[in-house]
């Protein structure tokens, strides 16, 4: 079974910060997921990668297989950047399962 | 933008009592997940369905718990006698047939069993 871990569980920001959020896991994996989760519950998917690096607007994220580690990084924050941030990995099940495996996540706070 | 949607997005009920969670994954999608997230846990697995069948289920999915896509459009959980536990954040998300496709999540039925 996978263990992700996350770090930091918490994390306060000023806005225009540079911020990481990274993620470890156990068990090779297929792809990682990275996540974002409003105040109000609803889960949004921000990228999912097996390799390499992502970019998006102020968002990158990369992962390293062989050190089973990815991280999420925004640049310049914004306040509305709050939110928990949950990486998710999905490892070698069967054929079109793709069960996925979550981190804790990370509360992120940007202050104006 | 496409989405998926739910219903309710709160229910309450007593212990005992069945429920029906209700899921509209995106229309050319054919792979459907529940997951589950008790208030202040991180969210779990439940089981994915594709083809009309389950694919896959977690220790979490035991008898009490049923899935189904009853028509085409919607895909329902089911829990046939709620326990206290049972009280949490239920995500349903799709998932194209071509893999390297991301899941997309709808935003939740809130499930509060006293």
Same mark, same amino acid.
């Given at each position: 079974?996978?263990?992700?871990?996350?770090?930091?569980?918490? /994390? $306060?920001?000023?806005?225009?910060?540079?911020?990481? @959020?990274?993620?470890?896991?156990?068990?090779?994996?297929? !792809? /990682?997921?990275?996540?974002?989760?409003?105040?109000?519950?609803? @889960? %949004?998917?921000?990228?999912?990668?097996?390799?390499?690096?992502?970019?998006?607007?102020?968002? @990158? !994220? $990369?992962?390293?297989?062989?050190?089973?580690?990815?991280? /999420?990084?925004? $640049?310049?924050?914004?306040?509305?950047?709050?939110?928990?941030?949950?990486?998710?990995?999905? *490892?070698?099940? *069967? !054929?079109?399962?793709?069960? /996925?495996?979550?981190?804790?996540?990370?509360?992120?706070? %940007?202050?104006? | 933008?496409?989405?998926?949607?739910?219903?309710?997005?709160?229910?309450?009920?007593?212990?005992?009592?069945?429920?029906? =969670?209700? +899921?509209?994954?995106?229309?050319?999608? =054919?792979?459907?997940?529940?997951?589950?997230?008790?208030?202040?846990?991180?969210?779990?697995?439940?089981?994915?369905?594709?083809?009309?069948?389950?694919?896959?289920?977690?220790?979490?999915?035991?008898?009490?718990?049923?899935?189904?896509?009853?028509?085409?459009?919607?895909?329902? =959980?089911?829990?046939?006698?709620?326990?206290?536990?049972?009280?949490?954040?239920?995500? +349903?998300?799709?998932?194209?047939?071509?893999?390297?496709?991301?899941?997309?999540?709808?935003?939740?039925?809130? =499930?509060?069993?006293?």
């Amino acid at each position: 079974k996978n263990e992700v871990e996350q770090s930091p569980q918490n /994390l $306060t920001a000023q806005e225009g910060e540079f911020i990481t @959020i990274n993620c470890s896991y156990s068990v090779g994996i297929s !792809a /990682l997921h990275w996540l974002q989760q409003h105040p109000g519950g609803g @889960i %949004v998917s921000l990228f999912m990668l097996s390799s390499g690096k992502k970019k998006h607007g102020r968002l @990158i !994220a $990369t992962i390293n297989i062989q050190e089973k580690h990815s991280s /999420l990084h925004i $640049t310049a924050s914004h306040p509305r950047d709050s939110a928990v941030y949950i990486c998710a990995v999905r *490892g070698y099940s *069967g !054929a079109g399962s793709y069960q /996925l495996t979550f981190g804790k996540g990370t509360k992120l706070s %940007v202050i104006p | 933008e496409p989405e998926v949607t739910q219903t309710p997005s709160h229910q309450v009920t007593q212990m005992g009592q069945e429920v029906i =969670l209700r +899921c509209v994954p995106i229309s050319n999608h =054919l792979y459907f997940y529940w997951y589950r997230q008790i208030l202040g846990q991180k969210v779990e697995f439940l089981v994915s369905f594709y083809n009309n069948e389950i694919s896959e289920k977690s220790e979490i999915f035991d008898d009490q718990f049923s899935v189904e896509r009853p028509d085409g459009s919607n895909f329902t =959980l089911k829990i046939r006698s709620t326990k206290l536990e049972d009280s949490a954040m239920y995500f +349903c998300a799709s998932r194209p047939r071509l893999a390297g496709y991301e899941q997309y999540f709808g935003p939740g039925t809130r =499930l509060t069993v006293t």
